[in-house]
């Protein structure tokens, strides 16, 4: 039983290439959300995700797209990177939005460096 | 879109208890309070949840008042292991987001 997994776990960009950030949950979670911390900082909630099929806006959308094609697997693209996305990024999943049993499980992180 | 609010920063010594006061106006009625713990370049971890007065596991106890705006979580006894970054987390009304606020910073001294 993995929980969260995120891939990469570190990756260095140069301004405008694009990557894919992958988190997979094993825990038949319908929500997935997807944020980013830089350092010293909070979490703010970039995607997130109610069930497969479903994606929605967070606080710090510009520059990111999202898919849940499948329940255990949401995705972070970054289409054309910019200095400003350096960041660590976490990806956590949940039971339920905040009832009983609806905690955040997270990922490791994925720290991202653009150049 | 109100956040939770938390001081930012609060310094401890070991053995002491360390009550930490998250205010959430806003919370949405069937939602439930949580609080993470994080360390330095890991995700934050569960520490406790709750929906009204009082719950306790073994690390440890969040007291939550009857209007539920606003909720304590307390650490006994800490020691220098409990420095990390502590936040609050409450599902708000009419939204499916889970935004998190700044978060309070631990610092134990020996």
């Known amino acids: 039983n993995a929980g969260v997994t995120q891939t990469p776990k570190f990756r260095v960009l140069k301004t405008g290439q694009s990557m894919t950030l992958l988190c997979a949950q094993d825990?038949?979670?319908?929500?997935m959300y997807w944020y980013r911390q830089d350092p010293g900082m909070g979490l703010r909630l970039i995607h997130y995700?109610?069930?497969?099929?479903?994606?929605a806006k967070g606080e710090v959308p510009d520059g990111y797209n999202v898919s849940r094609l499948k329940k255990q697997n949401f995705l972070l693209g970054l289409e054309s990177a910019a200095p400003s996305q350096t960041s660590v990024y976490f990806c956590?999943?949940?039971?339920?939005?905040?009832?009983?049993?609806?905690?955040?499980?997270f990922g490791e992180g994925s720290r991202l460096t653009v150049l | 879109l109100a956040k939770t609010t938390q001081p930012i920063s609060m310094d401890s010594y070991e053995g002491q208890e360390v009550n930490i006061t998250c205010s959430h106006n806003?919370?949405?009625?069937?939602?439930?309070i949580t609080w993470y713990q994080q360390f330095p370049s890991q995700g934050p971890r569960f520490i406790i949840q709750?929906?009204?007065t009082k719950v306790t596991n073994e690390v440890a106890s969040l007291f939550i008042p009857a209007d539920r705006k606003s909720s304590t979580l307390s650490l006994p006894r800490v020691s220098l292991s409990d420095t990390a970054v502590y936040y609050c987390?409450?599902?708000?009304?009419?939204?499916?987001?889970?935004?998190f606020g700044t978060g309070t910073r631990l610092q134990v001294f020996p």
């Open positions: 709750g929906y009204k």
């Open positions: 987390l409450v599902g708000l009304l009419n939204t499916d987001k889970l935004i």
């Open positions: 995700s109610v069930g497969e099929g479903t994606t």
């Open positions: 956590a999943s949940s039971y339920s939005r905040g009832g009983a049993g609806g905690e955040l499980f």
């Open positions: 825990m038949n979670h319908e929500y």
């Open positions: 806003n919370i949405a009625t069937n939602d439930y």
